[in-house]
């Protein structure tokens, strides 16, 4: 999951329980490895819906998966306003809804698919 900013990005690794080892987390100038970081909690069963969430407040985003407690993760330099969002799948995968929220919690983009 990836979201552009105008001036940097926030890739989010989504992967299976177990293979935390092996994802890669970026947050603008941040990058954390799972060989270095536990990245267990961004690990769900992806063959069932899961909720993700991403809360961003100075400087700090908040990461959670379903359940699974938040990885929260420290950055020093601002990504700018967002211009894009992408996901990419690797086998099968499905996206419900989207919704884009300003730091007022104002919905100022949402797509239901």
Same mark, same amino acid.
């Given at each position: /999951? +990836?979201?552009? *900013?105008?001036?940097?990005?926030?890739?989010?690794?989504?992967?299976?329980?177990?293979?935390? *080892?092996? /994802?890669?987390?970026?947050?603008?100038?941040?990058?954390?490895?799972?060989? !270095?970081?536990?990245?267990?909690?961004?690990?769900? $069963? =992806?063959? !069932?819906?899961? +909720? &993700?969430?991403?809360?961003?407040? $100075?400087?700090?985003?908040?990461?959670? &998966?379903? +359940?699974?407690?938040? =990885?929260?993760?420290?950055? +020093?330099? $601002? &990504?700018?306003?967002?211009?894009? /969002?992408?996901?990419?799948?690797?086998?099968?995968?499905?996206?419900?809804?989207?919704?884009?929220? $300003? *730091?007022?919690?104002?919905? &100022? =983009?949402?797509?239901?698919?």
């Amino acid at each position: /999951m +990836t979201i552009r *900013g105008e001036s940097g990005v926030f890739e989010i690794p989504l992967g299976i329980k177990g293979c935390a *080892g092996v /994802m890669h987390l970026s947050a603008a100038n941040i990058h954390h490895s799972g060989e !270095n970081y536990d990245l267990g909690n961004l690990g769900a $069963d =992806y063959g !069932n819906w899961q +909720t &993700i969430s991403l809360d961003v407040k $100075d400087k700090v985003v908040n990461i959670q &998966i379903g +359940t699974n407690p938040p =990885y929260a993760l420290e950055f +020093t330099r $601002d &990504i700018g306003k967002v211009v894009g /969002m992408w996901f990419l799948f690797s086998g099968r995968g499905a996206l419900d809804e989207v919704r884009l929220k $300003d *730091g007022n919690g104002r919905v &100022i =983009y949402e797509s239901l698919f």
